[in-house]
């Protein structure tokens, strides 16, 4: 047997909820002024947020109001607290002088690695289990039943020498007058509902809130940090992922920008049929703008070449910051579309276009 297993969280995870905050103060900024600098990080523990990291605009963002409507998003009946409850701490300053010298002339804004990935067994081109999860938690957050909170994960193991699913876990956050009992069978129909949309099997096994009640949860049982849930933003853990986080980053930052490209350029590569599989590697030195390294492995799918898939690569991408962000338009995009359920997986994205 050769089981994988993807893991996915809700937006009402405290660390979703950090990275929806930060991601809420990169829109904003590029909303008011398309050269804003921005490098943020939250962090969230009981009835405290904290908003840390750099800031270079002309516009002042107002952080009381964007936390606010990032708790309405989520819905504060869900989350069982309000923005008005948390005290703010504001620890931001402006960008460092010695890294706006190499951005301003059009260099990376910092070094770094960034992978794209990219797979047919899915119409999303994305992992089956990572789209499974994703699936499922999404359905839990829209049931109409109020014993569920907003804080939830859920976790697929897929057997792709049989094409199964083995095992599905979930662990959601619940109201403290009901039981795991009460809700299972729901759970375990949204369970099978998110396997069957895509043709999977409905006979694995059924965890559900193993350990048993999960009445305390969110900023009050854990802390949030942004950027801490990479796996859940990309592929689920199945595919390689850079070592920095997107969220909280404008596009001038290639742990971003050149992340949304590797995978734009994998994707394009499955779709034209080049491979069935693609992993793209950009590599990246903090002040310079053409990559040091690209580096391309189709695990053995390919149908042309690798040598020259790579050469296709380097000669009709322009993998500069400034070109990636010409070529996604990445100055006009509402990142708060995709600082839950994954950065790859809303098809309105110019990435994944």
């Known amino acids: 047997m050769k089981v994988y297993t993807s893991e996915q969280v809700s937006n009402g995870h405290p660390d979703k909820i950090c990275d929806q905050i930060a991601d809420a103060i990169v829109t904003d900024c590029l909303m008011h002024d398309k050269n804003s600098r921005v490098a943020i990080e939250v962090l969230i523990k009981n009835n405290h947020i904290v908003i840390a990291g750099e800031l270079t605009s002309k516009h002042q963002p107002d952080y009381a109001k964007l936390v606010k409507e990032v708790f309405s998003r989520i819905g504060e009946e869900r989350l069982g607290y309000y923005a008005d409850y948390f005290d703010l701490e504001i620890l931001v ?3 460092s002088p010695d890294i706006a ?3 301003d002339k059009g260099g990376a804004g910092d070094q770094g690695i960034m992978y794209g990935y990219a797979t047919n067994e899915t119409p999303e081109l994305l992992p089956i289990p990572y789209v499974v ?4 938690l999404k359905l839990l957050a829209a049931h109409p039943s109020r014993m569920f909170k907003a804080d939830a994960k859920a976790q697929v193991s897929f057997d792709y020498d049989s094409g199964r699913i083995t095992t599905f876990l979930c662990s959601v956050q619940h109201s403290k007058d009901v039981e795991p009992s009460d809700f299972r069978t729901i759970v375990e129909t949204l369970m099978v509902m998110a396997a069957s949309e895509y043709g999977l099997n409905g006979d694995f096994e059924k965890l559900i809130n193993p350990t048993g009640r999960f009445v305390k949860g969110g900023p009050f049982a854990d802390c949030g940090v942004t950027g801490r849930k990479l796996a859940c933003d990309t592929y689920g853990g199945i595919g390689r992922i850079g070592g920095g986080a997107m969220s909280g980053k404008d596009s001038t930052k290639v742990d971003r920008s050149a992340a949304y490209m590797a995978r734009k350029i994998a994707r394009d590569i499955v779709l034209a049929g080049y491979a069935d599989k693609c ?3 950009l590599s990246y030195a903090i002040g310079i703008a053409e990559p040091v390294g690209i580096a391309i492995d ?3 799918t390919e149908i042309q070449p690798v040598d020259l898939i790579q050469a296709y690569v380097k000669d009709s991408h322009d993998l500069t910051p400034r070109g990636i962000i010409k070529r996604l338009d990445l100055l006009n995009v509402d990142y708060n579309k995709v600082s839950a359920y994954g950065h790859f997986t ?6 994944e276009k």
Not at 133 to 136: D, E, Y
Not at 346 to 351: A, F, H, K, Q, T
């Open 93 to 95: 300053k402006e960008q």
């Open 101 to 103: 010298l190499g951005v």
């Open 133 to 136: 999860a994703t699936k499922f």
């Open 279 to 281: 992993e793209v590697q």
């Open 298 to 300: 189709c695990f053995g």
């Open 346 to 351: 809303n098809p309105d994205m110019p990435w």
